[in-house]
């Protein structure tokens, strides 16, 4: 089959070949996200510099750009701990845009100019859905960080974006807590509140706390199990006695 052009694209099937299973749900993931976009048939596409007021590629421009962007990881050591956690990479891909903003939440989608129907959050609807809000904010989402919080004898307030959220995660550990298992765990509550909001939007799913939960602990000892050599645990023993997991456990 040759090649064909569509909306200014060229498409050639020569090129294609089955997706790794790794990729088939970040294909999915992606083509929830476009089908959500409208193409606008009477405007003619260009490419815009968002980085520049003008909309038109400049060094400097660019040169700025990288250098927040180093700055910004200098400063708080987010993203050095990131990648140290050696997790599969769709993961911490996820966990990378979360923290700088780039998840397809409908504030973002509203903001970048593809209609999304409603900005309100999938899980209150009672709020817009930005990403400090979906993670950490929402009244829903609050106890379900609480209640791990409450596993290691933590509590306070949570700030109200994602990448202090993690940070707080990386810095304010009480004495005990096994350090690369509370950074996990964060991505993997993160991670399953993502797909339950996705459930919700594109299958018509409900909310379900004790949900997320039960996905981010079974996620989290997937993750162990296959990365840490002296991590034996049975999951129905880790599920069943989470806190004393996370505090002073070998694995």
Known sequence: ???????????DFRWRRPLFDNEIEMAVSFLSDVTQSTIQAHKGDQWEWKADPSGQYTVKSAYLVLWE???EQQQDGAFEELWKLKLPSKFVIFAWRLIRDRLPTRVNLN????????????FCGGE???????????GKIISVWWESLSWVGLSGVFPNHPRQHFIQHIHGMVEGVRSSK?????????WSIWQ???????????????RILD???FLLWTWLTNLEKDF????????????AAFLNRGG
């Open 1 to 11: 089959m040759g090649a064909f052009k569509e909306a200014g694209w060229e498409w």
């Open 128 to 138: 817009e859905e930005s990403a400090g809000h979906l993670f950490l904010q929402c």
């Open 182 to 190: 509370w950074k996990r765990w964060w991505l993997a509550l993160t």
């Open 232 to 243: 034996n645990m049975h999951f129905n023993y880790w599920s069943s006695n989470i806190r």
């Open 111 to 122: 903001r970048r100019q593809i209609q999304v129907g409603e900005l309100t959050c999938p």
């Open 215 to 217: 996905n981010a602990v």
């Open 196 to 210: 339950q909001r996705n459930n919700i939007i594109f299958s018509n799913g409900s909310f379900d706390a004790n």
């Open 69 to 71: 962007e180093l700055s």
